[in-house]
């Protein structure tokens, strides 16, 4: 069964720069969720989707916004971005319920 | 505001010995936990999960245990292997959230060979 897949693994842009970061979920999982990891920070929720909606937010500015496709592949912006933007990206996806998050290996996205 | 707090960012134990990992979350409305392992440069690897309505869970060497009116969590490895040094991260969610989950800052465990 194939894993959480996100693409790219790595990313280096511009302050001011706009940035797609793109997350394929197992199959049959239709909720998809965004981390962002920095040192110290442990992973900080940043929204999450099912069937296409919204359903969570986490405590982040209106620059970082999402959305999930059909498919439940997903994909996260970030416009106007900031030198503390730097940070590894994680998606993870599950199943209904209390059910365990999958992550993948995120992508990595450094701002210079 | 950290509803979930990992207060020892490290851990050496002995290989073959246990290694006990914390986490204190804050927040009574938590009901299921996770506990994930963190290889660099890979995503977490979920471990093991517990509900609120239990107190232990085991998955091999992995046991999990839950008090709640402490709102305390640990995860016990038994026994260590050099294959176990990674960063544990504990995870926490409320009831009916969908799949919004607090983590703590992480613990990095070395098991010495």
């Known amino acids: 069964k194939a894993g959480v897949t996100q693409t790219p693994r790595y990313l280096i842009k511009t302050r001011g720069q706009q940035v797609t970061l793109s997350c394929s979920p197992i199959s049959g999982h239709r909720s998809v969720s965004w981390y962002q990891q920095t040192p110290g920070q442990g992973l900080q929720f940043l929204f999450e989707y099912f069937s296409e909606t919204q359903r969570n937010k986490g405590n982040f500015p209106g620059r970082f916004s999402g959305r999930q496709f059909s498919n439940s592949r997903s994909e996260m912006n970030v416009s106007t971005l900031e030198l503390g933007d730097s940070a590894l990206y994680l998606c993870?996806?599950?199943?209904?319920?209390?059910?365990?998050?999958?992550f993948g290996d995120g992508t990595r996205l450094s701002i210079l | 505001d950290q509803q979930v707090k990992q207060n020892s960012p490290s851990l050496s134990v002995q290989e073959g010995r246990i290694s006990i990992l914390n986490c204190d979350y804050t927040n009574s409305m938590f009901d299921y936990f996770l506990w994930y392992k963190k290889y660099p440069a890979e995503g977490p690897t979920f471990l093991i999960s517990?509900?609120?309505?239990?107190d232990k869970n085991e998955d091999g060497r992995f046991t999990v245990f839950l008090n709640k009116s402490a709102k305390h969590l640990s995860l016990h490895i038994v026994p260590s292997q050099p294959g176990d040094s990674a960063v544990y991260f504990c995870a926490a969610k409320k009831r009916n959230t969908g799949n919004q989950f607090y983590f703590g800052t992480g613990t990095s465990l070395t098991v010495i060979p």
């Open positions: 993870a996806s599950s199943p209904l319920g209390n059910q365990p998050q999958h």
């Open positions: 517990i509900s609120s309505i239990k």
